[in-house]
């Protein structure tokens, strides 16, 4: 069965987008550690990072870095934090995380917005992509 997040690319799944390109899709995380926190995935459906081949990998990373920017412009925050975890969506996906605190890259404090505050926040930070 196609990975929720396969299912998003699809458009059978709602989500709150941020960039997108042929091969990549941006999208706010439902449950955020903090406010901006992006995923970024590659279109092809692979579980692990390091299984992705080399192009895919490297494409990734160059689309994760131009979301941070457009991240950074918007959400107000000392840094942009990444991270590689994996253990819930079998989908290869990048944590982007505006930090103030290394409370925010630690997946236990989780901030409540409305889906009006995520649709927002997700035009605003699309708004400054540079794809
Ligand atoms: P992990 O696989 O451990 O890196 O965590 C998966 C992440 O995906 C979590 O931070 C979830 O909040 C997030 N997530 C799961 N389903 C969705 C969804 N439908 N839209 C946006 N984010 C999601």
Redesign the pocket.
């Known amino acids: 069965m196609a990975s929720?997040?396969t299912q998003?690319i699809q458009g059978n799944?709602p989500?709150?987008k941020v960039a997108e390109n042929d091969d990549f899709l941006a999208?706010?995380?439902?449950?955020?550690?903090a406010k901006g926190?992006t995923?970024c995935i590659p279109k092809i459906e692979v579980d692990k990072l390091f299984d992705l081949d080399q192009e895919t990998y490297h494409g990734l990373m160059e689309f994760s870095r131009k979301v941070a920017k457009a991240l950074e412009k918007t959400v107000p925050c000392k840094r942009i934090g990444m991270?590689?975890?994996?253990?819930?969506?079998?989908h290869v996906?990048v944590?982007l995380i505006p930090l103030n605190h290394m409370e925010d890259i630690r997946?236990i404090q989780k901030t409540e917005m409305s889906a009006q505050q995520l649709e927002g926040l997700a035009q605003a930070i699309a708004s400054h992509f540079e794809g």
């Open positions: 929720i997040f998003i799944i989500c709150y999208f706010l995380d439902i449950n955020p550690n926190h995923l991270s590689v975890i994996g253990l819930e969506v079998p996906h944590h997946f």
